[in-house]
């Protein structure tokens, strides 16, 4: 055997070797990974269960084990008060609005994006609870819809007390896209001084009998059965965005009848303001008859007077008048009569002298 044959098979028991330890080591690397893949797909198999547990898991089941909720379920519940409620968008930043339109900009920030479309109508609420002066503001539509903001006016024209009630909110605003509906579990868990101090004093005796034994003097829309012959009292549920919109109708009727009213009440005014010029004006004028007539009845006196002091001078000279008179008519008689014989004898004169002058011819 040649010296190149004994350095052939060195190398070739030297690459044996090298190829053995490379097959151990794959072996080794195989194993490894085999045992890391069956704690994996071990670990992947729980997880499965655990995702399935959360996914499909309901308490209400009847061989269920005591869980929350699974997604699925939460997703019913979550769509059972939507269905309700609707979309909710809370902690709202408002700008100033406009003091005449009560168009508002309002800035949100969850969820992010926002995903409110134009002409969304929503229902704006004060964050703050009714006892810290919460206030419904109203029902606005969407008009302008940016990145985190938007533009809110009134689907109805506001009277002034609103608009500046809404001046005055300063947020945070709530915006539902639902008007939120009564239902007695909102009240359920509610103390009688907590109903008492939230509720206006007109109604919350009708909150506090709800689900109390009625009596009989109960209408009976307003009693139901408690399952076991006895009868239960059952407040009337209220249809807010119904009774808000009867409210405002009525109350845009009762602001109509208020200008009316103050309309007349100007009027009437203005009537009473000239009654009282033109009463001035008369008091002013019978001051000055009253003094026009003082005068006159002093001048009156004053002729009286005169006239006690001439009556019997006038008396004396109505007689020598009447004396005159006779006097004169004594003399118009005899004046007459020497007329009469003036004339008489003037008319014999004048037959004499035509008789002596036709018989002389």
């Not at 089941?61 to 869980?67: G, H, K, P, V």
């Not at 868990?189 to 008492?196: C, G, M």
Request: aromatic share 8%.
């Amino acid at each position: 055997m040649s010296i190149w044959n004994k350095i052939l098979i060195g190398f070739v028991f030297i690459a044996a070797v090298a190829f053995f330890y490379l097959a151990l080591r794959t072996l080794k690397t195989h194993q490894h990974w085999r045992e890391k893949a069956a704690a994996f797909q071990e670990r992947v198999e729980e997880l499965d269960d655990e995702n399935r547990e959360l996914v499909l898991a309901d308490p209400e089941e009847e061989d269920a084990e005591e869980t929350e909720m699974g997604i699925e379920r939460l997703r019913l519940e979550l769509f059972k008060l939507l269905i309700d409620r609707g979309r909710v968008w809370y902690n709202c930043s408002p700008d100033p609005p406009d003091a005449q339109t009560g168009q508002v900009p309002v800035k949100t920030d969850l969820p992010d994006p926002h995903r409110i479309s134009q002409n969304t109508v929503l229902y704006v609420f004060e964050e703050a609870d009714v006892a810290d002066d919460g206030n419904y503001l109203g029902e606005f539509k969407v008009t302008q819809v940016a990145d985190r903001q938007i533009a809110l006016a009134p689907t109805a024209k506001m009277p002034a007390e609103d608009l500046a009630r809404l001046a005055a909110s300063r947020g945070p605003w709530t915006l539902y896209e639902v008007m939120p509906i009564d239902t007695r579990s909102v009240f359920a868990t509610l103390s009688e001084e907590e109903k008492e101090a939230l509720l206006p004093e007109a109604t919350v005796d009708e909150y506090l009998k709800d689900g109390k034994p009625a009596d009989p003097d109960d209408p009976e829309d307003r009693v139901v059965d408690d399952g076991e012959g006895g009868k239960l009292y059952s407040r009337m549920l209220r249809d807010y965005d119904v009774l808000f919109e009867n409210y405002h109708l009525r109350r845009s009727y009762m602001a109509d009848k208020v200008a009316v009213a103050r309309r007349d009440k100007q009027y009437i005014d203005q009537a009473y303001g000239e009654a009282l010029r033109q009463k001035q004006f008369r008091d002013s004028e019978e001051q000055s008859l009253l003094a026009e007539m003082a005068k006159y009845g002093r001048e009156r006196d004053a002729v009286i007077a005169l006239g006690k002091v001439l009556s019997p001078r006038v008396m004396g000279m109505k007689t020598a008048v009447q004396r005159l008179i006779e006097s004169n008519l004594a003399t118009a008689a005899q004046i007459a009569k020497y007329q009469f014989d003036a004339a008489r004898r003037i008319d014999a004169r004048t037959r004499s002298m035509v008789q002596n002058g036709t018989g002389s011819n």
